[in-house]
């Protein structure tokens, strides 16, 4: 019996979600883990590619909907706890199992991730010094969960039916549990790209943006600080350490971009912004 499944929504990921793959199992034991990758609306080859990695399930859907490949994925998927982790993350066989370990013993409602690193060697300086501040706030300092990995156990999933139709599912996810059922495994990591400019980087906030305010209030149980005194207290960290000064302007244009278009556009389409780089080097 697996000690933990995990769902992975893929839509034309190619070669990567193979890299992907071989890398989260490459320390595994046969059955270990479950492993069912939803290829949902692809126009490549993403699920052979993800069939061709030893013990991996892969499910098709004509949707191209990662909110329709997650609930497809939870009605494949046959055990707990359960992770839900993006094609494009970076993450091993051991900080998978200690997700796991930190979930499988807990009887009351969990939710648990690794902590985040931003790979941002190969973006801009503008996108570096955004991400250096990112790492002082209240998001990142308070319970973080998401942002590519979440896992969940039984009593947890319990917290919603399936999946709702919105764009942010990690915050969704994340705002059914109070900080206090948020477990940070911080002995392990997972590794997301970050975006090689801060105009890429913008056009990915927004869809962000447009998805944490697309919530309804009644889908979240957190609450959260009034934004001025979180605001307050990102300045007050800055202030108290100044080589992060200078990456203050940076991050001030990146958020306050993201945060006033992405509230013009709020009842707009939808597109799906992501960043292209990483599919084009797998694919080469």
Not at 47 to 61: D, K, L, Q, Y
Not at 183 to 208: E, K, L, N, Q
């Amino acid at each position: 019996m697996s000690i933990l499944s995990i769902v992975v929504p893929a839509h034309d990921e190619g070669p990567l979600i193979r890299a992907t793959l071989v890398r989260m199992l490459a320390d595994a034991e046969p059955g270990e883990f479950e492993v069912i990758v939803v290829a949902n609306g692809c126009t490549d080859d993403t699920a052979a590619h993800a069939a061709a990695v030893p013990g991996v399930t892969v499910v098709e859907i004509a949707a191209a909907s990662k909110i329709a490949a997650l609930n497809a994925g939870d009605d494949a998927a046959t055990g707990y706890p359960r992770a839900y982790i993006d094609a494009d993350v970076d993450i091993t066989t051991d900080a998978l199992r200690a997700l796991a370990a930190a979930l499988s013993t807990a009887a009351e409602p969990r939710v648990a991730a690794p902590r985040i690193e931003i790979d941002a060697a190969r973006s801009t300086f503008a996108v570096r010094a955004y991400y250096r501040v990112w790492e002082l706030s209240d998001y990142r300092t308070t319970g973080h969960i998401g942002s590519g990995v979440y896992a969940v156990n039984a009593a947890g999933r319990e917290r919603w039916t399936e999946f709702p139709d919105v764009i942010a599912d990690d915050r969704f996810v994340q705002q059914r549990f109070h900080a206090d059922e948020r477990v940070s495994v911080a002995d392990h990591s997972f590794t997301v790209a970050a975006s090689r400019d801060m105009r890429t980087h913008i056009r990915r906030g927004i869809r962000i943006e447009r998805g944490n305010r697309q919530l309804p209030a009644t889908a979240q149980l957190a609450g959260q600080d009034p934004a001025a005194r979180r605001y307050a207290r990102l300045l007050s960290r800055v202030a108290r350490r100044p080589p992060r000064w200078i990456d203050l302007p940076f991050y001030v244009y990146g958020f306050a971009s993201t945060t006033l278009r992405g509230r013009r556009s709020i009842d707009g389409p939808t597109a799906w912004s992501r960043d292209d780089a990483l599919r084009q080097e797998a694919r080469a």
